[in-house]
């Protein structure tokens, strides 16, 4: 059961904003910090993200269409059907995390690595992430200001001014330049993996102190955060199974089953936590709760789905040479 350590940091930066939360002038550098950090992201994400090899990924657009389709119609629809769960199990706040956790874009890098692990259509799931991720940077906080209401996504001139500046500008700032730095990107994939982290840490920090300045964390019980990850499993499995037996139903070959199964099914988290620290602002520590919850769950089921479709492939791989031995010895015993 892989438990990401990046979670634990992440933990970890939560249990620090708890016990030294920014106050004051502290918070207001916290905060202008924070906004740097996401424009840095998003230009980093930018200059990443090849659009040629997305655009070249065109050819299989029905698998495309089938990936988006789970993430920004199937996914938001379950997330609006939870609101019936609303007060029983889950608090209002609670809510509006789960159904912008719905509204997020699919991983890229933990969909490529199940998919591989799976023996499944690698290629595939490279341009499935890559269009989930372009089509995210406007689909997911146009959704989040339809969907959401006033509450941390209320469209407006001021929150359509912020997603403009905050993560649209530096990312297309990001693809334009990135036939000038794109080779320094790739050279120095590491060090800028850090920086990405680093910064998404930041933002953490900032939220969870405002949160706890606020006093929101009386809201929440360990009954409603049990809750909250029975309707989070039960969404996992729900898109699990649809996005498998889904693919089948629309003749996909087992290779695209799995790179479907693996990038329709799942919500990045990289994207997710500086998009809600814009959409949110001072509820953003409660925003992000669920996306943080879903990451984790999300590894620790797909590593075992993974896992259990490696071995069906070499379990036919291992059947097939024994079927062609036993055709050719038939065959020579009629022809003897």
Not at 20 to 36: C, E, M, W
Not at 113 to 142: D, E
Not at 199 to 206: A, D, E, N, P
Request: proline share 4%; net charge positive; charged share 10%.
């Amino acid at each position: 059961m892989p438990i990401d350590p990046y979670i634990l940091l992440l933990l970890g930066t939560v249990g620090l904003a708890a016990l030294f939360p920014a106050r004051g002038p502290a918070a207001d550098v916290a905060s202008g910090a924070s906004t740097a950090a996401v424009a840095l992201l998003f230009f980093l994400y930018g200059a990443r993200l090849s659009t040629r090899e997305a655009l070249d990924g065109l050819r299989h657009w029905r698998l495309h269409v089938t990936v988006l389709a789970c993430t920004f119609l199937v996914f938001p629809l379950l997330g609006l059907a939870a609101r019936g769960l609303v007060p029983v199990i889950l608090t209002h706040p609670l809510y509006q995390g789960l159904l912008f956790l719905t509204l997020v874009p699919s991983t890229v890098q933990s969909s490529i690595a199940f998919t591989s692990m799976a023996r499944g259509n690698v290629p595939a799931a490279i341009c499935a992430g890559s269009f989930s991720s372009l089509v995210g940077i406007v689909a997911t906080p146009l959704l989040a200001a339809s969907l959401l209401g006033g509450t941390g996504g209320g469209f407006s001139a001021d929150s359509l001014l912020k997603i403009v500046l905050q993560l649209l500008v530096p990312f297309l700032a990001g693809q334009l330049l990135r036939r000038w730095i794109g080779g320094f990107v790739t050279r120095h994939k590491q060090v800028l993996g850090l920086v990405d982290r680093g910064s998404i840490l930041l933002v953490v920090y900032t939220a969870f102190s405002v949160g706890v300045v606020q006093g929101i964390w009386h809201q929440v019980s360990p009954a409603r955060l049990g809750g909250l990850v029975v309707v989070e499993a039960v969404i996992l499995a729900v898109m699990l199974l649809l996005t498998w037996y889904g693919g089948k139903a629309l003749r996909f070959g087992r290779e695209d089953r799995i790179a479907i199964q693996f990038a329709g099914s799942k919500k990045s988290l990289a994207a997710g936590l500086p998009m809600a620290s814009v959409l949110f602002g001072a509820q953003a520590a409660l925003a992000v709760l669920p996306l943080m919850l879903f990451h984790q769950m999300q590894l620790i089921v797909c590593a075992v789905i993974a896992k259990r479709r490696a071995r069906e492939a070499a379990e036919v791989s291992a059947q097939q040479p024994a079927a062609a031995t036993r055709t050719a010895v038939g065959t020579g015993t009629r022809s003897g």
